[in-house]
């Protein structure tokens, strides 16, 4: 069974930075590109960023480029996502998506607030 | 960016109905196009990729259609728990966008 479990997520001041994961199972991990899509309160899906399957190629939104970085370890099925400079604005539940054949995770919830 | 543009917004509905949603991208995004269904709470379920594949344990009443730039999801005999956001997603060109999301209430 297909699994995409994140983790990391929680209550941050603005300013400061987390890291997301998210921990896949049940498929080859390293066969797929990753996306990372957020969804803020009461708001629409955004996606966020890219990677694809050997981190050749990486996305970001305008929003979060400069600020956010996708990366991924395949000896550990693990994908992250590292944010800095943390505004109000990146409050959101986040999602660990894989692109082809899409499966989504159940999303992990960050708080940019003092 | 691709923007991809659902119709109606909202949708009041009949329990038994035949429904269409729409799905319109700027730009031809091949069939790299998928359906979402979202409950208050809840993380987005797939529930058609690439236009019209079905999905694995998803009611045979929802299907999907299209391809290019014009996309429409139907569910044949709406059922109560059918209520909820459905959005569209292209995967075909980044930013891989969203559509705003078409609401289904009870008529």
């Known amino acids: 069974e297909v699994q995409l479990v994140e983790s990391g997520g929680g209550l941050v001041q603005p300013g400061r930075s987390l890291k997301l994961s998210c921990l896949a199972s049940g498929f080859t991990f390293s066969n797929y590109g990753m996306n990372w899509i957020r969804q803020a309160p009461g708001k629409g899906l955004e996606w966020v960023a890219s990677i694809s399957s050997s981190s050749s190629y990486i996305y970001y939104a305008d929003t979060v480029k400069g600020r956010f970085t996708i990366s991924r370890d395949n000896a550990k099925n693990t994908l992250y996502l590292q944010m800095t400079s943390l505004r109000s604005e990146d409050t959101a539940l986040y999602y660990c998506a894989r692109h082809t054949d899409p499966y989504w995770g159940q999303g992990v919830m960050v708080t940019v607030s003092s | 960016d691709v923007v991809l543009t659902q119709s109606p917004a909202t949708l009041s509905v009949t329990p038994g109905e035949r429904i269409s949603l729409s799905c319109r991208a700027s730009e031809s995004v091949d069939t790299y196009l998928h359906w979402y269904q979202q409950k208050p709470n809840e993380s987005p379920r797939l529930l058609i990729k690439?236009?019209?594949q079905s999905i694995s344990g998803i009611p045979s009443r929802f299907s999907g259609s299209g391809s290019g730039t014009d996309f429409t999801l139907s569910i044949n005999g709406v059922e109560l728990e059918d209520l909820s956001i459905y959005y569209c997603q292209q995967g075909n060109s980044l930013p891989y966008t969203f559509g705003a999301g078409t609401k289904l209430e009870l008529k």
């Open positions: 690439y236009a019209s």
